[in-house]
């Protein structure tokens, strides 16, 4: 069974700071099928990233993803008053999709 | 405007069957594989169905194979998935969502919530 893992489940930041988030699959992951999403209390998921590191259409420079085979990171290089939401991972294995269980970003 | 309009959600008992459909407009849906995923409540997200562009290839969760059927009319902009069977681990808010070329998800619907209880 392929398993996404994100770490940490929380992560409590203050506006301006830079946050590290972390997907970890148990089985190596096709890049160009890494993908990145926002969720907001009571909204629709928002595409972040496609293809490990690339940007979706509107997304703001400081989001950037980067990784390989297993390990991938989601960085949000200065957090501002919008970007505290929930983050999930996603990859995609051929005959379906899988998400990690999400990180939530908080204001510390 | 590229929307996606979901429809159909509701109470319904354990055992019983429901029949989601969501609406595409602004985008030519014909070229676009097209996805359910849900979220129970205060739960992460998880990938539900998926269905190629014509039909041609159709994939399910294994929590839901067997139970679930995907479809689309594409004359109608339309994709629909068939509910029967249903439990209350079903509960949740489906949401449908595009892919684009590489595969991720890139337009989503409002979603509809699905309750399963007694």
């Known amino acids: 069974e392929f398993v996404l893992t994100q770490s940490p489940g929380t992560l409590s930041l203050s506006p301006g700071e830079r946050a590290t988030l972390s997907c970890r699959a148990t089985?190596?992951?096709?890049?160009?099928?890494l993908v990145w999403y926002q969720q907001k209390p009571g909204q629709a998921p928002r595409l972040l990233i496609y293809?490990?590191?690339s940007r979706a259409t509107g997304i703001p420079d400081r989001f950037s993803g980067s990784g390989s085979g297993t390990d991938f990171t989601l960085t949000i290089s200065r957090l501002e008053a919008e970007d505290f939401a929930l983050y999930y991972c996603?990859?995609?294995?051929?005959?379906?999709?899988?998400f990690g269980q999400g990180t939530k970003v908080e204001i510390k | 405007e590229v929307q996606l309009v979901e429809s159909g959600g509701g109470l319904v008992k354990p055992g019983g069957s429901l029949r989601l459909s969501c609406a595409a407009s602004?985008?030519?849906?014909?070229?676009?594989?097209m996805n359910w995923v849900r979220q129970a409540p205060g739960k992460g997200l998880e990938w539900v169905s998926s269905?190629?562009?014509?039909?041609?290839?159709?994939y399910y969760a294994d929590s839901v194979k067997g139970r679930f059927t995907i479809s689309r009319d594409n004359a109608k902009h339309s994709l629909t998935l068939q509910m029967n069977s249903l439990r209350v681990e079903d509960t949740a808010v489906y949401y449908c969502?595009?892919?684009?070329?590489?595969?991720?998800?890139?337009?989503w619907g409002q979603g509809t919530m699905v309750t399963v209880s007694s």
């Open positions: 969502a595009r892919a684009q070329w590489s595969y991720a998800f890139d337009i």
């Open positions: 602004g985008f030519t849906f014909s070229n676009h594989n």
């Open positions: 269905i190629s562009t014509y039909s041609t290839y159709i």
């Open positions: 089985q190596s992951v096709n890049s160009n099928y």
């Open positions: 293809g490990a590191s």
């Open positions: 996603q990859q995609y294995g051929g005959s379906g999709w899988t």
